[in-house]
């Protein structure tokens, strides 16, 4: 079946603009996180969704990021005033979640390399 | 706090040789654990997983890690490598809720040598 999907694969933006990310889960997944990788680091978390509401944000690095997720299903990551240090890999990744027992692993999608000039 | 420490950064092996990657994590009870491959340009592909029961697990493409609690280790382990091998190995962790975020070391790149 088909995997996790991120549009677009690369942004390349100016500083200052307003980019959204969007993520679309694995069919019937209702948890959904949102990660970024910076070069040369592992995956750092930034939220976690299960069904339409951020179960932890903890991870969002300040009040310019922001994510939705309003039915449930895609989920899309907004970066206000975009700054060249939020050049990173974003990655999408989905599991059942905690209705469908558990645990499960995270299905990662192939991430969306934003560019900040 | 949840940690992973990926000691080698790089790590280079002859082709035919066996690979040991190393994984210590900080977790305040029996966590659960994960190893993913990332190849240049690609995202994370599950290598393989360790929750509960057997702590020698095996994964996919000849892979296998053993679970140490006394050592707070997982490392990762294959008998023959394959240059097809090559890439970016990470270890995470996540907690034994089983729903929240997973965390990453910083990951340690592998070259195969001819």
């Known amino acids: 079946g088909a995997g996790v999907s991120q549009t677009p694969s690369n942004k390349v933006t100016e500083k200052g603009k307003y980019v959204e990310l969007r993520c679309d889960p694995i069919?019937?997944?209702?948890?959904l996180y949102w990660y970024r990788q910076s070069l040369g680091q592992g995956p750092e978390f930034l939220i976690y969704?299960?069904?339409?509401?951020?179960?932890?944000d903890s991870g969002l690095p300040n009040d310019r990021f922001f994510a939705v997720r309003p039915e449930g299903s895609v989920s899309t990551l907004k970066i206000q005033r975009t700054e060249r240090g939020d050049s990173a890999v974003y990655l999408c990744a989905s599991s059942p979640g905690v209705l469908a027992g558990g645990p499960y692993e995270q299905y990662f999608g192939p991430g969306t390399r934003l560019t900040v000039t | 706090a949840q940690s992973v420490t990926q000691p080698d950064i790089h790590i280079t092996v002859s082709e035919g040789a066996s690979l040991e990657l190393r994984c210590n994590y900080s977790y305040g009870a029996t966590p659960y654990l994960f190893w993913y491959v990332q190849s240049p340009g690609q995202g994370l592909q599950l290598l393989l997983k360790?929750?509960?029961?057997?702590?020698l697990v095996q994964g996919i493409k000849g892979f296998e890690a053993e679970f140490k609690r006394s050592q707070s280790s997982f490392n990762l382990r294959k008998p023959s490598v394959h240059w097809s091998d090559a890439a970016e190995y990470f270890c995470a962790v996540g907690s034994n809720t089983g729903f929240q975020k997973l965390v990453f070391g910083t990951g340690t790149r592998l070259l195969v040598s001819p």
């Open positions: 069919s019937g997944h209702t948890a």
């Open positions: 969704f299960q069904g339409t509401g951020a179960a932890d």
């Open positions: 360790y929750f509960s029961g057997d702590t």
